[in-house]
Structures are given as C-alpha cells and as structure tokens.
C-alpha cells in the first residue's frame, strides 16, 4: 500500500509518518512506500521498513498537484489546510488552500485513468454551528459560523460528490480540536487548548484568552491517529449512508482541562497559566461548546478519549519522556 | 428599488418579472427598476410602471458577472441553473455554472464598494438525500445524493460565509419541485411532475417516468413567487439563526397527483398519461420522497400549498385562460 500524506510536514502529518514507520501496516496490510508532501520539505521518519520520499508541492496549483499524485498512491490522507484562525483573517488565502486546492486534487485524481484511491478527508467539527442541541446527533446539519467551517463543510460535499460518481472513494473525519499537540502554537483559534498543558509542562508561561466555563471537545493526537488509519481501510460497504462521519471527542471546560493539569502536574504547573481574555478567541470558541454522540462512528469501531487526565500523560509520555519540568524542577509521573 | 433577476429568461424568471410588473412593488417598497438577466435575452413585462431591460451575460465568466452587476441593484433573485438531470450527466458543466458562477456573482458583489444587496439563492430539497425520517426537520443535515443537490448546498455554504463576513445580505430559499409549470420539459429529472398534468391539459400525450406509488414535494409557481418576494425584504433580524431556510411543500404520490387531474379535467385527461418507466429517473426521483416540517418558513411566514386540485385549477386559471382543451373537446372548470 502507497500512502501519500498531505500537509506531511505538519504536527499530524509527521505522527501519522512516524507511527506507520514504527507498526509498519495500516489495519491489515503492509505500506510499501510513504509519501510525505507539503509546501516545504518534510522530514521523513526513520526505521522505516518501506521506502519513505518527501516532495514539495503548493496544492493550490493544479499542475503541482497533478505531479505530486502521479505516483497514484492507494490512500491518501488529506491533512494540509489553512488553520482556522488565520483562514477567519485571510479571507481569500482560506478558499484558495482549503476548498480550490482541494478541489484540484479532486480533478487530478479524476484525470487519471483507472484510479480510485481512498482519500481521508481531515475535516472539523467547526462545520456545525450554533444554536446546536445539549448533545449534536449524525444527522444535524451543518451551519458553520466561520469561514474554516464553511471551506471544510464545502469540501465534505465535494468529496461525497466525487466519491458518489466513482471518481474517489473518500471517507471524512470530523476531528474536534486535537490537544495537546507538541511544538510551538499554530494560527488556529483553538491553538491555546494545547498551549495551556504543553506550556506549563515545560516550565514557560501559557495565556489562555478564553473564560474558564467554556466547554470544548478535544481529541488526543494518538486517536486522531488511530481513527485516520482507521478510516483507510474502512470497507465503502459500511459508508453507504454517506461519507462524513463525526468523530467521538472528550467534552470539558477549560476549568477541568486546568483542574486535570493540576492533578497531574501539580500547582506549579497551573500557576503558569495566565487568564487573558481575548474577545476575538472567546467569541469564537463560545460558538463551539459541543457534544457529539458519534454513535455512527462508534458503530464503525472509532472510540474516543474518556480522560483528560489521562490525554496529559499521554503526552508527557510521548513528548516529554515521561517526566515534567517546572520551575526548574523535575517532577515523576505515575 | 432596483430589482435583478437572473435566469431572468426562464419560466420562474418571467413569472416573477410579470407578478413585479403588475403589482409594482415587493413588499411596501415600490421596484423603480427591473433588469432581467439571462443568456439569451429575456422578454420584459409589458404595463410596468418602471423601466425595465433585459440584459445578456453568461455568469461563468466573472467579467460578464461584473459588468452586469455593475447597476448595483438593490435586490437579486438568483434563479440561473444548470437543473438537475443536465448536472447529473455534465458533471463539468453543473459545477462550472452552478458553483464557479455563483461564486464569480458573490466576488463581484464583496468587489463594489458600500454594496451590501440582499441575494435570494433558489435552493432546492436535492440537498437532503435518503435515508431520510418520516417529516425532515429544519435541522436536519444536507446530504444531497445528486451533483444538482451538491452544487446547491454547497452554494448555500458560501451564501452564509459572504453574509456573516457582511459582503452581501442573503437569503436561501430550498423549493420543492416547481409544479405545474407551463411551456416545455426541460432537462430536470423532475420535469414530468409538470408534464403529466400539463401535457393532458392540452389534449397532449405525456409519459410518466416512475411509478405510481413515489411520492415527491411540490410547489406551486405561485407559491414560489410569493416565497422569492417574502425572502427579499425578511429583516436580518429573523436570520441569526442560518440563511438557509426549507420551504413548505405539498407532498403527494404520484398516483395522487393523477386523481387529482382526473376530479378536476376528467377521465379523458388522465388516459393520456402513459406509464413508461424510465429507471435512472424512477432511482432519482425515488430517493427525494421527502416531507418537510417546515417550521421555521411557517414561523416567518412562508405557507405552503394545501391541495393539489387546487394547483391544477391554478394552472387552468393563469395559463389556460380558466379552461381546458381535451380529446378536443372543451370543458369547463369549475
């Protein structure tokens, strides 16, 4: 199995590498050559058993895009996206990346003969809206309330469209915000969920611009993996009552995302965290305080997180080898 | 006022431009001016009491859209479209018309300066898809199982997106298929819905593609000109909650809709319709057997039909001069 990645050099795009590097098979069959593409050079995990290639490629410019697939990888991960943020503030660079990008890419696919590869769209749960029901159902509607909502909400309906006619067969993930992500914060609204954990774990000060009684739903970045290698080898047999499919995500305030913090790091940690309210953020994330039932997803085998606590530890563990410091001091974790 | 209507052309089109052109006003605002654009050149409505002109402009090309726009008229009815059955068999086409051009008038607008129009989108119910509950309510997910119902989701997307950002003021109005609707088929797979009743009307003989028992959701033309004219001059303020809003439709089998013309036009009108049943039609139209709770339409003001003889008769009264011509025999409506 080929497997192309696109936005391969990003956070998700670079774990998802790393861990089939690592297991070396997605579900039941072996990959035999990874595909990392991005607008820069990505680098190419080590201790693969396959061969590994990284390619640069601006996926708003269909020849580049055409070049980039004429590998005719089996699966492609559609991960590259102008984040949320600054698609809200660079209004036409959001439509271009996110939605005309896309599209090429649904074109150059089409264009060539007998290729069908599944394509796993990375969408978001900023496609709903509000006023949204105490728990949102598979069959709520979508109603985003920003312009990166809108792009994936548009591209979910292409990829139905062009999965429908035989032209992909794609399947769509619905991820909520992905907490806590290593490395620096990124352009998306939600960027400071990650930053108010993964800050404070390394001892450097973190603001949360945001009130602590907003809830949010939250995926780990190990699930986010399984359900993307998941969605690969998902059997289009089961997909029949459409494409898009909601993810399970871990619904918290962002009080017990900070009360978790404190449980496994201790007050050091917490104190850390300064409360800055940012009315552009707090407007924005106010508009997305979910629940999903994702019972379809779970019928189909995607099960969420069930801890923040234990999201934290994960990433401590992952990320941090297994101990924190703060303050300059270092601190185990059970 | 300055009122723009593209597919000006067409049947709804001409419709509306004569309902403007004899009452002379929408809502409590007189129309001072009336542009119908189209393709081909449309005719004008003849005893308004403003000026009116017909202008030519193909909207997939932006510099056309641009110029036409150029008037900044005060309200646009968007009723151009590569209808149902032509987008489903030219994929390219469909989506180049009904998506790229939308777009195009959308960028043209956000372009003029202090220009915030009130746009209604003619929708349509494509954009939900089987499997659907027993009465679909308004927030119920899109998802369309045409490239037609795509193309019109996807617009009603962008619709939403331009509106929040204050580019354009819109409102999206979802018919029901249109019945009965006066001159020629077209090429919408729903096309016969009207054809069977018309068609015996004249003495003429119509196919009837699907089977008896499918049931479908129409409007009336006079309905749905009632509706266009209530969209363009809703306030803002009952909108917050989406742009996008499923009109009320009257949901009848097709067999119903033949004993309907035969209690109004008799035995010799329905013993023209020939059962001949086309499968890619009969699949299409089969999974749109749809009700609508429309709650939200009614709540703002939109009723729907209530009897499809009363349709039918509607049809004799404004087309047929108030009767019908059967077997060459004349009768009589009540």
Redesign the interface.
């Given at each position: 199995m080929k497997v192309f990645i696109t936005g391969g050099a990003g956070f998700l795009g670079q774990k998802l590498a790393k861990k089939l590097a690592g297991v070396g098979k997605i579900g039941d069959v072996n990959v035999t050559e990874l595909i990392l593409a991005d607008i820069i050079t990505a680098s190419t995990p080590e201790g693969a058993s396959f061969s590994t290639n990284a390619i640069t490629a601006d996926f708003s410019k269909p020849d580049e895009v055409k070049a980039a697939l004429a590998c005719k990888p089996d699966v492609i991960f559609h991960l590259a996206a102008i984040v949320s943020g600054e698609a809200e503030k660079n209004?036409d660079l959001g439509y271009s990346i996110n939605v005309d990008g896309f599209k090429c890419m649904l074109d150059a696919i089409r264009d060539e003969e007998e290729y069908t590869p599944r394509l796993v769209l990375s969408s978001s749960a900023a496609v709903f809206?509000s006023?949204v029901?105490d728990s949102i159902p598979?069959?709520?509607?979508?109603?985003?309330?920003s312009?990166y909502g809108?792009q994936k909400?548009?591209c979910e309906?292409?990829l139905?469209?062009y999965t429908?006619?035989g032209f992909v067969d794609g399947v769509t993930l619905r991820f909520s915000s992905i907490s806590v992500r290593p490395g620096k914060p990124n352009k998306a609204a939600t960027s400071f969920f990650s930053g108010i954990i993964r800050e404070p774990l390394s001892g450097i000060e973190a603001v949360c611009p945001v009130d602590r009684s907003i809830r949010h739903p939250i995926v780990s970045p190990n699930k986010a993996i399984e359900f993307l290698c998941l969605a690969a080898t998902l059997s289009a047999d089961l997909l029949k009552?459409?494409r898009a499919i909601t993810m399970p995500a871990l619904t918290s305030s962002v009080g017990d995302m900070i009360d978790a913090l404190e449980r496994v790091a201790g007050k050091e940690a917490i104190e850390l965290i300064k409360m800055e309210k940012d009315d552009f953020i707090n407007g924005m994330i106010g508009t997305f305080q979910f629940n999903f039932d994702a019972k379809r997803a779970n019928s189909l085998g995607f099960e969420g997180d069930t801890s923040f606590d234990e999201i934290i530890k994960a990433y401590i563990e992952d990320e941090l080898g297994g101990s924190v410091h703060i303050a300059k001091k270092q601190k185990n974790v059970d």
């Open positions: 209004f809206g006023p029901p598979d069959t709520f509607h979508r109603t985003p309330r312009s809108t909400a548009i309906l292409y139905d469209d429908r006619k009552d459409g």
